[in-house]
T-cell receptor
Framework: KNEVEQSPQNLTAQEGEFITINCSYS?????LHWLQQHPGGGIVSLFM???GKKKHGRLIATINIQEKHSSLHITASHPRDSAVYIC??????????FGPGTSLSVIP | ETGVTQTPRHLVMGMTNKKSLKCEQH?????MYWYKQSAKKPLELMFV???????ENNSVPSRFSPECPNSSHLFLHLHTLQPEDSALYLC???????????????????FGPGTRLTVL
């Protein structure tokens, strides 16, 4: 079993839809990052979470430490949200583990 | 613009060439990282530098040699690479590293645009 998994692997949505991307992990962590990678490779760090919930614009990230689960929500999705979304863990032993990513395509 | 720049953006090299990738951060951060992203694979952490000292080396082959001359610059020297080393190489920086035993303070990493490397 992989230490971090994401679902779905691929997602196609219509513009305006509410989107949820999930991340589950099996190791102890000190923080969890949600990253956004656009075509061409550039990566932007969206959130760093160690507990609770964070909101930035149309993006909301939550984490449940007990259940070892985090979700990234996008409200009112837009074609410019099309990207790969990556969940990354900073483990309790200072190791960084990246999830396989979720490829999101938002259609006008 | 994340404040982290990488050059070159694209590089094609033969297996016998020697080349270097450069990363520069303008954020005053103390930690810098090299990652490798191969097609259809998760990101792989290669090297971590904190205050110019290497703190992590994730079993990377010796044909990849990092150098951190100061806290703003990070190099990845490449020699006798293999075609399977073709990938996107990403540099990142953060204000501080999380230090084991000193609580859970961590830092968001800011990534550069990457260097697309092709080894022929």
């Amino acid at each position: 079993k992989n230490e971090v998994e994401q679902s779905p692997q691929n997602l196609t949505a219509q513009e305006g839809e509410f989107i949820t991307i999930n991340c589950s992990y099996s190791v102890g962590i000190s923080a969890l990052h949600w990253l956004q990678q656009h075509p061409g490779g550039g990566i932007v760090s969206l959130f760093m979470l160690s507990s609770g919930k964070k909101k930035h614009g149309r993006l909301i990230a939550t984490i449940n430490i007990q259940e070892k689960h985090s979700s990234l929500h996008i409200t009112a999705s837009h074609p410019r949200d099309s990207a790969v979304y990556i969940c990354a863990l900073k483990t309790s032993y200072d190791k960084v583990i990246f999830g396989p990513g979720t490829s999101l395509s938002v259609i006008p | 613009e994340t404040g982290v720049t990488q050059t070159p953006r694209h590089l094609v090299m033969g297996m016998t060439n020697k080349k270097s990738l450069k990363c520069e951060q303008h954020l005053g951060h103390n930690a810098m990282y090299w990652y490798k992203q191969s097609a259809k694979k998760p990101l792989e952490l290669m090297f971590v530098y904190s205050l110019e000292e290497r703190v992590e080396n994730n079993s990377v082959p010796s044909r990849f040699s990092p150098e951190c001359p100061n806290s703003s610059h990070l190099f990845l020297h490449l020699h006798t690479l293999q075609p399977e080393d073709s990938a996107l190489y990403l540099c990142a920086s953060s204000q501080d590293l999380a230090i084991q035993g000193r609580g859970t303070r961590t830092s968001t990493q800011y990534f550069g645009p990457g260097t697309r490397l092709t080894v022929l």
